[in-house]
């Protein structure tokens, strides 16, 4: 055993040095002032008071809070008839359809979302089929859906892995109790598979959400600049304004909003995993 604890020094090394130390590096530049050196070290909380007195800042926080919701409920909605699907077949059929839906990710994000611009664009292939619909001049480009088309596409197959596995680990003895106890198809799903694959969509909320509400790069290519969210002004603090220690303090205050999310979605899953038990 203590082999096998020496063995794993090398890594608890590495975990410090690339997690832990950029982390702390963050937080020292959030609370200090005067300059991005430690020899200019002085204690203050004024960037988090800018942050927390601006509106513009809270503005920007609320739509970035706001569109991550809305990927996640296109997600569920989205997700979950598919995942049920998938899940509904025999296992050969099954990890064809899991191998479909993960392809994609197998391309860079980036690439991914540069894809969109084309397809999105005036003149594109949605413009052109919601033009033989009679839907003439759509600018779909540099708007909020576009940002929301790209957010979904890119995160709505982690909904439906997370929910395809929850649907797959369910004791089918149960459905075949609820048919034998009189329930039609619309009760056992609402009593039985629902209930049980609750552990998955509430995975899967975590998996969307937390990516979503800070992402930079996808507002930035769909919404040309002109669709600002959180992320974004993380990137503008650091990269163009050069104000690391402002944008330090919006990262810790990201940071501790989704481990406050993350703590929610875990004690949820847990209470209906108690639930489920009894």
């Given at each position: 055993?203590?082999?096998?604890?020496?063995?794993?020094?090398?890594y608890v090394v590495w975990s410090a040095l690339m997690l832990l130390l950029p982390m702390i590096i963050?937080?020292?530049?959030?609370?200090?002032?005067?300059?991005?050196?430690?020899?200019?070290?002085?204690?203050t909380?004024?960037?988090?008071?800018?942050?927390?007195?601006?509106?513009?800042?809270?503005?920007?926080?609320?739509?970035?809070?706001?569109?991550?919701?809305?990927?996640t409920v296109i997600c569920i909605l989205l997700g979950y008839p598919a995942a049920y699907f998938i899940a509904g077949n025999s296992d050969r059929i099954r990890n064809i359809l899991v191998l479909v839906i993960t392809l994609p990710t197998w391309i860079n994000m980036l690439v991914r979302t540069y894809?969109?611009?084309?397809?999105l664009t005036k003149g594109g292939l949605v413009s052109s089929f919601l033009g033989l619909l009679g839907i003439k001049d759509t600018e779909l480009l540099y708007t909020e859906a576009a940002v929301l088309i790209g957010m979904v596409y890119n995160f709505l197959p982690f909904m439906i892995l997370q929910i395809n596995t929850s649907l797959c680990k369910m004791d089918r003895s149960l459905?075949?109790?609820?048919?034998?106890?009189?329930?039609?198809?619309?009760?056992?799903?609402?009593?039985?598979?629902?209930?049980?694959?609750?552990?998955?969509?509430?995975?899967?909320i975590s998996l969307v959400f937390l990516p979503a509400v800070s992402s930079f790069?996808?507002?930035?290519?769909?919404?040309?600049?002109?669709?600002?969210?959180?992320?974004?002004?993380?990137?503008?603090?650091?990269?163009?304004v050069g104000e690391w220690?402002?944008?330090?303090?919006?990262?810790?205050?990201?940071?501790?909003?989704?481990?406050l999310s993350m703590y929610l979605v875990r004690y949820i899953e847990a209470k209906?995993?108690?639930?489920?038990?009894s």
């Open positions: 055993m203590k082999r096998f604890s020496q063995l794993a020094v090398p963050v937080v020292f530049y959030s609370f200090t002032d005067g300059g991005n050196g430690i020899a200019a070290f002085q204690f909380i004024k960037h988090y008071a800018k942050f927390f007195t601006d509106p513009d800042f809270l503005i920007v926080l609320w739509r970035s809070v706001k569109i991550a919701v809305k990927t894809a969109w611009i084309g397809i459905l075949e109790a609820s048919s034998d106890l009189g329930a039609d198809g619309l009760q056992t799903f609402c009593r039985v598979t629902f209930p049980l694959s609750l552990p998955g969509v509430v995975s899967g790069f996808i507002p930035k290519l769909l919404g040309g600049g002109q669709y600002f969210l959180i992320g974004n002004v993380i990137e503008n603090q650091f990269i163009t220690n402002f944008g330090s303090a919006i990262s810790v205050i990201m940071a501790v909003l989704m481990m209906n995993s108690q639930v489920a038990d």
